[in-house]
């Protein structure tokens, strides 16, 4: 990590929403009406209820991109920079400094920026004076449309940056993560906006719009927590299995946990789908629950990749997990894993996903637990070994290497 590049980057963002903000007041004013009061207490709401969220793949669900896009539509430029100078420090539980300064400097931009594209689009600000549905959606539907995915390019621009200053992802990698896992929820927030705007002014209810899309909006989330916590419970079925593994082979403790993350890195800076990446990091987590099978003397007695005795744990392992439902797509990469050092056909012919737990795997008991002898190598040691091995037209090993450089830079934050 590099933290004077993070805080200068974090105080550039900052400066530049108040100062956006700032000058959209000084070109319009700011007129303080009941849109405008309404807007800052959903802000405020948003903050209340806080954000859902899904830490194995990045997804969340947050009001706060509702109140911002309808904030563009209701009360312009100035008011939607207003709105995400609240918005942005508004986060619940510890955050630190320079994420909320970050954020704060960032929702104001896009409120402001927002707000900017929307009326370039021919948007109306309150969609006031419209007098049927075909206008309705010509200016203000339209608008909210353009304004929603500009923004939220925007926002995938500035986020990536600064997750490429911090950890050392590329941008292109982060803004593909996030457009996949995230893009459909923003477009999702543009529609209930619009929906907002449609029914504060060109129907006339004002106010009372809100009462009628907050009781949906509060279901959507209820269901999502629901999910939420599902996915909670699968990741701590992943950690009771890796205790197992732990108590049966001490030796491996933190082994399943950086295999793990060497396999996401890795899966990641390879371009590879959410989904995917989900699966080949449960893999990494349980590449060695088949030992738990094995006698305990067997297993601390003899190295993988040595003992004939360990030959075949990744097929035991494979048919323990086979019939876990959100761990099908595990199922290959665990039960293979370790032929994907295979070189020419043998490796060639395995699935992405056991080639690179398999590589993350070795490289980890090179480095880390130890080879058959008991030496731990070097970095240029492993990768030596590893050159030779790996299989052939494959892109892993410069994968491997971005994987460690991340890794680094995530336990340097």
């Given at each position: 990590?590099?933290?004077?590049?993070?805080?200068?980057?974090?105080?550039?963002?900052?400066?530049?929403?108040?100062?956006?903000?700032?000058?959209?007041?000084?070109?319009?004013?700011?007129?303080?009406?009941?849109?405008?009061?309404?807007?800052?207490?959903?802000?405020?709401?948003?903050?209340?209820?806080?954000?859902?969220?899904?830490?194995?793949?990045?997804?969340?669900?947050?009001?706060?991109?509702?109140?911002?896009?309808?904030?563009?539509?209701?009360?312009?430029?100035?008011?939607?920079?207003?709105?995400?100078?609240?918005?942005?420090?508004?986060?619940r539980g510890k955050q630190p400094w320079r994420a909320r300064l970050?954020?704060?400097?960032?929702?104001?931009?896009?409120?402001?920026?927002?707000?900017?594209?929307?009326?370039?689009?021919?948007?109306?600000?309150?969609?006031?004076?419209?007098?049927?549905?075909?206008?309705?959606?010509r200016a203000v539907g339209f608008p909210i449309l353009v304004a929603?995915?500009?923004?939220?390019?925007?926002?995938?621009?500035?986020?990536?940056?600064?997750?490429?200053?911090?950890?050392?992802?590329?941008?292109?990698?982060?803004?593909?993560?996030?457009?996949?896992?995230?893009?459909?929820?923003?477009?999702?927030?543009?529609?209930?906006?619009?929906?907002?705007?449609?029914?504060?002014?060109?129907?006339?209810?004002?106010?009372?719009?809100?009462?009628?899309?907050?009781?949906?909006?509060?279901?959507?989330?209820?269901?999502?927590?629901?999910?939420?916590?599902?996915?909670?419970?699968?990741?701590?079925?992943?950690?009771?299995?890796?205790?197992?593994?732990?108590?049966?082979?001490?030796?491996?403790?933190g082994h399943s946990a950086r295999v793990a993350q060497l396999s996401?890195?890795?899966?990641?800076?390879?371009?590879?789908?959410?989904?995917?990446?989900?699966?080949?990091?449960?893999?990494?987590?349980?590449?060695?629950?088949?030992?738990?099978?094995?006698?305990?003397?067997?297993?601390?007695?003899?190295?993988?990749?040595?003992?004939?005795?360990?030959?075949?744990?990744?097929?035991?392992?494979?048919?323990?997990?086979?019939?876990?439902?959100?761990?099908?797509?595990?199922?290959?990469?665990?039960?293979?894993?370790?032929?994907?050092?295979?070189?020419?056909?043998?490796?060639?012919?395995?699935?992405?996903?056991?080639?690179?737990?398999?590589?993350?795997?070795?490289?980890?008991?090179?480095?880390?637990?130890?080879?058959?002898?008991?030496?731990?190598?070097?970095?240029?040691?492993?990768?030596?070994?590893?050159?030779?091995?790996?299989?052939?037209?494959?892109?892993?090993?410069?994968?491997?290497?971005?994987?460690?450089?991340?890794?680094?830079?995530?336990?340097?934050?």
């Amino acid at each position: 990590m590099r933290p004077s590049a993070v805080s200068v980057f974090v105080a550039v963002v900052f400066t530049a929403g108040l100062g956006a903000t700032a000058a959209a007041i000084r070109i319009d004013g700011l007129v303080i009406d009941v849109a405008l009061a309404v807007l800052v207490v959903l802000a405020v709401l948003t903050w209340w209820q806080g954000s859902i969220g899904l830490t194995t793949n990045s997804v969340s669900l947050s009001f706060s991109s509702i109140v911002l896009v309808a904030s563009m539509a209701l009360v312009g430029p100035a008011g939607a920079g207003i709105v995400g100078i609240l918005v942005g420090p508004l986060q619940r539980g510890k955050q630190p400094w320079r994420a909320r300064l970050f954020n704060t400097g960032m929702f104001a931009l896009l409120g402001v920026f927002g707000a900017v594209v929307y009326r370039a689009a021919g948007g109306v600000v309150g969609g006031a004076g419209l007098p049927g549905p075909w206008e309705i959606v010509r200016a203000v539907g339209f608008p909210i449309l353009v304004a929603d995915v500009v923004q939220a390019l925007a926002n995938l621009l500035l986020i990536a940056a600064v997750v490429r200053l911090a950890q050392g992802v590329p941008v292109r990698t982060q803004i593909w993560r996030m457009l996949v896992t995230s893009g459909p929820n923003q477009l999702g927030y543009g529609v209930i906006a619009f929906i907002l705007v449609v029914l504060w002014e060109p129907v006339g209810l004002g106010p009372a719009g809100v009462v009628l899309v907050l009781p949906p909006l509060l279901v959507a989330r209820w269901a999502f927590a629901q999910y939420s916590e599902e996915v909670k419970g699968h990741e701590r079925a992943l950690g009771v299995l890796v205790g197992a593994v732990e108590s049966k082979a001490p030796h491996l403790t933190g082994h399943s946990a950086r295999v793990a993350q060497l396999s996401v890195h890795m899966a990641e800076s390879l371009g590879l789908r959410p989904a995917v990446v989900a699966d080949i990091r449960a893999a990494g987590m349980l590449h060695d629950l088949g030992l738990t099978t094995l006698p305990t003397a067997t297993v601390r007695r003899e190295s993988i990749g040595a003992g004939a005795s360990l030959r075949d744990y990744p097929q035991r392992g494979a048919r323990l997990v086979q019939e876990v439902s959100f761990l099908a797509g595990s199922v290959d990469a665990v039960a293979h894993h370790r032929e994907a050092l295979g070189s020419g056909a043998e490796g060639a012919a395995l699935g992405l996903a056991a080639l690179v737990v398999g590589l993350a795997d070795e490289y980890d008991l090179l480095t880390e637990v130890g080879t058959p002898d008991g030496r731990v190598l070097t970095h240029d040691e492993a990768m030596a070994i590893l050159r030779a091995r790996s299989p052939r037209d494959h892109d892993l090993l410069p994968a491997l290497e971005q994987a460690l450089v991340r890794r680094a830079n995530v336990g340097g934050a």
